[in-house]
Each structure stands twice: as C-alpha cells, then as structure tokens.
C-alpha cells in the first residue's frame, strides 16, 4: 500500500511539472526578476546573482515581499516585457531600471532552468506531501499564482519567489575572477549575516521555497 502511493505521489508530481504549473519561458525574460530573489549578507537585496549591479543593494523593509515589487523592480520586469512584445527594438529605460538589467550580459540559455523547476514540483509532492500536506499546498498555491502571472506576460505581485539566493557572509580568503566577494570588486562592509535577520528572512519567504 505504501509503495503504491509513493508511485502515485510521483505520477502525480510528474503530471503537475508538466500540465499544470507550466512555464512558458517565452512569456519573460528570465528567471531572475520572476522567480528569484538575491539577498546580501546585510540582507539587502539585488535585482539578480549573475549580473553585478551597480546600484546600492535594497534593505529589505517592509519586506522581502514588498521589495521585489516595489517600483525599480516593476518598471524593470515591463522594461524586458517591452523587449519581448517589440523583438528588434530596445525600447527606453529610465532611472529607475536596473542597470545590470539594461544591458544584461547573461545569454538567453543561460536565463532559465526549467529541469530544476521541474524537479522542484516533483519532489515537493513525491517526497513531503505525506509528511507536511499544508505546507505543500502553501508552495503549490504560491507556485500557482507565478504560473498564472507569468503566462499572461504580468508581474508576480501577489506571490512570493520560488528560489532564494542568501549570502551569509561576503567574507572569504579564495580569490575566484568571477566572484565580486573574491576579486574585491564591491564596496560594501564585509561581515556575516544575523541570525535574527535570517530567521526574519525565512519566517517571511521559507514556506514557499
């Protein structure tokens, strides 16, 4: 009996990733503004992990939520939706779009991961439905408001990110050429991220990872 509900569990997660919490990746432009946020070690945030900004990081108050939707970040998603609906024009960007964004130097490959989305779905439901039925049904509704803004080409305003990228701590004694922490290309204070930040961090965003 336990063997055939592990079974359907994973024909189910299967089926999901599939039908239903589908990405169209030509309806946005990247993961990063959509589904991804980055935060430093200070807590503030980025607008994106592969591309270095030269903007001062955002504190991330009143929320994680209410940043990633603040203006800067609203006008930046409709900035790259104008690139999509317009192919061959570069439509105008003012202060308030990311810089890093503008000229994005990442290649259109390299802007999504669809297997690991996938495979976020399949193991949810596969593996911790069982054991934390809520919990999943939180992340499956989350997960569905994403779909839903993305394939219409809108902004996740009534969602939380899927993935988070935390650096808790800028300090390090490599010296990696593609890593700002280790080439010293940054001028913020270096140090460890509070327990009490990250705790407040994750009590917000946690239960939709």
Known sequence: MRCAIQAFLKMLGKFLARWVYRFDK???YCEQLWMRVSL???????PCNCALSKWEPMPPEPSVRAVWNNEYFSKT????????????QV???DESVFDCCVACPVAPIQ???LPHMNYF???IV?????THPLLIL???RNLRKLTGAINRRRFPRGAYPLFANIDPTNVCNLRCVECDVGTGNHDYPRGQMKMELYEKIMREIGPYL
């Open 138 to 140: 939180k992340k499956l």
């Open 40 to 46: 430093r070690q200070d807590g503030r945030m980025e």
């Open 91 to 93: 439509p105008r960007a």
């Open 126 to 130: 596969s593996q911790k439905f069982k």
């Open 121 to 123: 779905v399949q193991k």
């Open 111 to 113: 802007r999504f991961n």
């Open 77 to 88: 998603r409709k900035y790259l939706l104008d690139q999509i609906r317009n192919p061959g």
């Open 26 to 28: 030509s309806k946005f």
